[in-house]
T-cell receptor, first 116, second 115 residues
Framework: AQKITQTQPGMFVQEKEAVTLDCTYDTSDQSYGLFWYKQPSSGEMIFLIYQGSYDEQNATEGRYSLNFQKARKSANLVISASQLGDSAMYFCATKGRLPSYGKLTFGQGTILTVHP | DVKVTQSSRYLVKRTGEKVFLECVQDMDHENMFWYRQDPGLGLRLIYFSYDVKMKEKGDIPEGYSVSREKKERFSLILESASTNQTSMYLC??????????????FGEGSWLTVV
């Protein structure tokens, strides 16, 4: 079984500053994947970044990077140079090894508000 | 462009009504999922299907059933809607493929209010 914990219900950041959204996970699988999704107020789920458990380097996608610390079971999302459009709900999720059928286990989410 | 389409964005139903939420994907994906999203609880898996006519319970299946008669369509059914099923429902689909990377695509969500 997998579990994701996001301990920050809400975060505030000034435009152009960096922000870190916390995520810790618990899994019994040896091989797993970690995901971050963004959900604007419209409701759609937008994939941001993926990290495999055996990837040695932290994943990066543009302004998004994933700070993966396997021993601490954490997978924090770092957003650099925040923009007003980054205001949204952010979810951390994990997927176990096959045959997981692609099932994701999600955390509670963090609402990020970017101030001008 | 990949697409997961949920038939209704907003629904208001009465307690005791039978409710159908429809989801269609055009990517020939084997797997389809129904999640429920509530504040403070994140997304929780209700049911998923890995093939036509095949289904498995997720974490919160009580009060729900599903139907997958065709590969592209996955329906969530509330047999007798109750007020505690007021929520946002998200459909998703994925291919079997390689287990790494993003292979999961979501619909835009259906906001259901039961009065």
């Amino acid at each position: 079984a997998q579990k994701i914990t996001q301990t920050q219900p809400g975060m505030f950041v000034q435009e152009k500053e960096a922000v870190t959204l916390d995520c810790t996970y618990d899994t019994s699988d040896q091989s797993y994947g970690l995901f971050w999704y963004k959900q604007p107020s419209s409701g759609e789920m937008i994939f941001l970044i993926y990290q495999g458990s055996y990837d040695e380097q932290n994943a990066t996608e543009g302004r998004y990077s994933l700070n993966f610390q396997k021993a601490r079971k954490s997978a924090n999302l770092v957003i650099s140079a925040s923009q007003l459009g980054d205001s949204a709900m952010y979810f951390c999720a994990t997927k176990g090894r096959l045959p997981s059928y692609g099932k994701l286990t999600f955390g509670q989410g963090t609402i990020l508000t970017v101030h001008p | 462009d990949v697409k997961v389409t949920q038939s209704s964005r907003y629904l208001v139903k009465r307690t005791g009504e039978k409710v159908f939420l429809e989801c269609v994907q055009d990517m020939d994906h084997e797997n389809m999922f129904w999640y429920r999203q509530d504040p403070g609880l994140g997304l929780r898996l209700i049911y998923f299907s890995y093939d036509v006519k095949m289904k498995e319970k997720g974490d919160i299946p009580e009060g729900y059933s599903v139907s997958r008669e065709k590969k592209e369509r996955f329906s969530l059914i509330l047999e007798s809607a109750s007020t505690n099923q007021t929520s946002m429902y998200l459909c998703a689909s994925s291919s079997v493929g390689h287990p790494s990377g993003n292979t999961i695509y979501f619909g835009e969500g259906s906001w259901l209010t039961v009065v």
